[in-house]
């Protein structure tokens, strides 16, 4: 079965620090995509960046990118410059197919925290 | 570019009322899609539609859950003779191709 663990409940970072929030998936599939979310408070999920499997390069997304490692099942979000703004709840999520649906599975979720 | 919008935002019932959830997805988008998400967790496929197909159905969703997209267009999500563990938000996304894009979600209280 797919899987996605986010090991890092909360982080914080000061502002226009770096931050690195962390995730790992299983799955047995060649071809799927991976995505990163962003849900602030009380506001709707917002897709920030995504990574096809079949990819080497790394996706980015202006402050936004990814270190993916496909043998180890890694998928990490590295935010740059970060900003008052990026506070919020992440997922990872991992898009898989089955019977013709996409489903995404979601991680458990990193809070991250912006100090000024 | 509207976005996904989902009515009611809110919504406050008894248990054992029946409750219904519209979304309205991106136009041009084919795919739908229902999730619950609980307090501090991810959110949890629910089920799919293709146009006006019902293609995928999770095993959350019990017998007292339907949902439906007549004519490929809005979707709603009943839940019958609602229970205390069915508080959650109930978020509603759509896509054309590999990217769902979700709506505000209906956060469900049942008391």
Request: glycine content about 6%.
């Amino acid at each position: 079965a797919q899987t996605v663990t986010q090991s890092q409940p909360e982080m914080s970072v000061q502002e226009a620090e770096t931050v690195t929030l962390s995730c790992t998936y299983d799955t047995s599939e060649s071809d799927y995509y991976l995505f990163w979310y962003k849900q602030p408070p009380s506001r709707q999920m917002i897709l920030v960046i995504r990574q096809e499997a079949y990819k080497q390069q790394n996706a980015t997304e202006n402050r936004f990118s990814v270190n993916f490692q496909k043998a180890a099942k890694s998928f990490s979000l590295k935010i740059s410059d970060s900003q008052l703004g990026d506070a919020a709840m992440y997922f990872c999520a991992y898009r898989y197919i089955i019977q013709g649906a996409q489903k995404l599975v979601f991680g458990q979720g990193t809070r991250l925290t912006i100090n000024p | 570019d509207t976005g996904v919008s989902q009515d009611p935002r809110h919504k406050i019932t008894k248990r054992g009322q029946n409750v219904t959830f519209r979304c309205d997805p991106i136009s041009e988008h084919n795919r739908l899609y229902w999730y619950r998400q609980t307090l501090g967790q991810g959110p949890e496929f629910l089920t799919y539609f293709q146009n006006e197909a019902q293609l995928e159905k999770s095993r959350l969703l019990s017998d007292r859950f339907s949902a439906e997209r007549p004519k490929g267009s809005f979707s709603t999500l009943e839940i019958q003779r609602t229970e205390q563990g069915d508080s959650a938000m109930y978020l509603c996304a759509s896509s054309l191709f590999s990217e769902q894009y979700f709506g505000p979600g209906t956060r469900l209280t049942v008391t």
